[in-house]
């Protein structure tokens, strides 16, 4: 494992805890939201602020993290492609579980053959990032609108249908081509 960087906005310190079950304390702070933060038309902006309000708490297996995190969200309407901004408010919840140690105190390294292994702490510092990533990135809508009722775009020529909501184009299907010229008179 590498260490980690006690300095990092979303590294935690929780030797205050002192390993003790049912020791608490609250964190709050706020701190710049890292690069990748997204999916393909929501994202929070690099370096946008993250406002957190933790509560730390010392359990028997390791550290539980609860809380929230205040983002903002920069997207594009899935619809008419306008920028759209918000705020929202993540819920934050893992379990940080202590290194495994043997009876000397002296920390082993264990294989974890879970599917989804619980992130370890590490020399007593929490990376929150993963779980924010995770609280984040599984919230955000797939397809964000401007509005619920927004038109969006012409499938023919891009025209916003906003602007004129009785455009129309007079495409004629190719298979009736031909009935069409039937129609037509004769021309001289």
């Given at each position: ?114 599917d ?10 929490i ?38 909501p ?23």
């Amino acid at each position: 494992m590498t260490g980690l960087d006690p300095l990092s906005p979303l590294v935690l310190d929780v030797r205050s805890l002192q390993r003790a079950p049912g020791s608490m304390v609250t964190v709050t702070r706020d701190a710049p939201a890292p690069a990748g933060l997204g999916v393909a038309m929501a994202r929070v902006p690099e370096g946008s602020p993250i406002d957190l309000d933790l509560r730390l708490e010392s359990v028997l297996e390791g550290v539980l993290v609860s809380g929230t995190a205040d983002l903002q969200i920069a997207a594009e309407c899935s619809r008419c492609l306008d920028p759209v901004e918000w705020q929202q408010e993540f819920d934050l919840t893992e379990l940080f579980r202590y290194p495994a140690t043997d009876a000397r105190g002296a920390v082993v390294v264990e294989e974890d053959e879970s599917d989804d292994p619980l992130p370890v702490l590490v020399d007593d510092l929490i990376d929150l990032e993963p779980t924010l990533r995770d609280a984040v990135v599984l919230d955000l809508p797939l397809a964000p609108l401007c509005r619920e009722d927004c038109l969006g775009l012409c499938s023919e020529c891009g025209a916003r249908l906003e602007d004129d909501p009785q455009h129309a184009h007079d495409t004629i299907d190719p298979r009736w081509a031909a009935l069409a010229a039937l129609n037509e008179p004769d021309a001289p």
